[in-house]
């Protein structure tokens, strides 16, 4: 049976992105989509910065340990494992950082502020403690799942229906791709490219198509998530050490990764890392692909040229 | 040093640490070159580039590729690092499924 022949797509958005959810059997797309979003509610309810009632918000920020669910200490964790991988690139203590930076309310409400960035302090991640379901951190501590949360969301939930469904299936939230189950025959076709969309509409910038059969693939970039303060033009991706956005080295960076938590780790620390990326991708065996600031392509470690 | 001199010598490092905020914070423009002189560290197998289009335009061996570049042909396997690493993407084209980029807000 030719697969590609019975794929089925549905998008929608949550956790302030768009979702995109395929399955190789298009009679169980409804089923996969029950699935996906009864997860991504329980991640959002769990990990969101801006939701009022999400149980991130309510954490202690006096030094007091505290008890976590057992979804957010999972998320949690996820993100202490991306820090120790990158060395500390990519940090969750950096919630402060980005409320300075404006980053303070979902994206698409942020307005252009008169004031410049003062740089704030980060904890830094090997201060915070996670005990199994005992979350202790300094006072003060904001965490920030941005960076990984999604990832992993799409990592648990592509599992998941695939478990469940005995289906192949990918998952894409805002880009980071995780797929599980059978791959179509062809592979998974991803198009990589500076800000996700939809596959049908023509990509900016330079792009590639690609495909992949098992794990995930992120991409991060700094064109996406830019706004205005203090006459400086600002992105999302924070370098821990400044408390200011990295410096744009690369625009865009896409990983593949056993899965997409990993790749998510690997390409925003990679934005981070700026000239030195490329040599620290390859000797962690991460195929990617770097695009510079003038739209020039290198890749390493396996990814096609 | 005077006290003239040593009010001039504060002024011009806080010009300093103004301007690498700015570049820090003002995006892609003042680092430009940077990303050129990357095409030939170690660790790049290939240096391409690339048009609107999604083809290549030229592709060539790096001068300098490194010795442990991998074909990245484990199956989700943890590295020494502690990566998981799947099997590396391969070329394709036509249609996609899904597109991966900088997360778009909506």
Not at chain 1, 171 to 191: N, T
Not at chain 1, 213 to 232: C, H, I, K, Q
Not at chain 1, 284 to 298: F, N, S
């Amino acid at each position: 049976m030719n697969t590609a022949q019975t794929h089925a797509a549905a998008s929608w958005l949550a956790l302030g992105t768009e979702v995109r959810l395929v399955v190789t059997e298009g009679s169980r797309l409804d089923d996969a989509r029950r699935l996906l979003q009864a997860d991504l509610a329980e991640v959002d309810a769990a990990c969101s910065r801006f939701r009022a009632d999400a149980e991130l918000r309510a954490l202690p920020r006096d030094g007091r340990p505290a008890t976590v669910s057992p979804l957010l200490a999972e998320a949690i964790g996820v993100a202490l494992r991306a820090a120790r991988l990158t060395d500390g690139d990519v940090d969750p203590t950096i919630g402060g950082a980005l409320e300075a930076a404006g980053y303070d309310r979902d994206f698409v409400t942020i307005a252009p502020q008169r004031r410049a960035v003062i740089p704030r302090e980060i904890p830094g991640w090997r201060s915070v403690r996670l005990d199994g379901r005992t979350l202790t951190m300094p006072p003060g501590t904001k965490l920030d799942l941005g960076a990984t949360a999604k990832a992993w969301a799409a990592d648990r939930s592509a599992a998941r229906i695939a478990d469940q469904t005995g289906v192949g299936v990918l998952v894409s939230l805002g880009g980071d791709i995780a797929v599980a189950g059978p791959a179509p025959a062809e592979g998974w076709k991803i198009r990589v490219q500076d800000i996700a969309g939809h596959p049908e509409d023509d990509p900016e910038g330079p792009y590639a198509i690609v495909s992949i059969r098992d794990g995930g693939l992120a991409t991060s970039s700094v064109t996406a998530r830019r706004w205005r303060r203090g006459g400086d033009i600002l992105h999302h991706i924070l370098d821990p050490r400044t408390g200011l956005p990295a410096a744009a080295v690369w625009r865009t960076v896409s990983v593949a990764a056993g899965t997409c938590a990993d790749a998510n780790a690997a390409s925003t620390a990679a934005i981070i890392r700026g000239v030195a990326a490329p040599s620290w991708l390859a000797a962690h065996h991460l195929a990617a692909r770097l695009v510079d600031t003038k739209g020039l392509v290198l890749t390493v470690a396996g990814w096609p040229a | 040093m005077n006290r003239n001199e040593i009010a001039g010598a504060a002024a011009r490092e806080r010009g300093r640490s103004r301007v690498r905020s700015l570049t820090a914070a003002s995006g892609l423009a003042g680092v430009a070159a940077a990303g050129a002189v990357a095409f030939v560290l170690p660790g790049a197998t290939h240096h391409t580039t690339t048009s609107n289009s999604g083809k290549n335009s030229s592709s060539s061996p790096s001068p300098s590729p490194s010795p442990s570049a991998s074909t990245g042909t484990n199956s989700s396997t943890n590295n020494s690092s502690g990566f998981s690493t799947g099997n590396s993407p391969s070329s394709s084209s036509g249609s996609s499924s899904a597109t991966s980029g900088g997360s778009s807000a909506n």
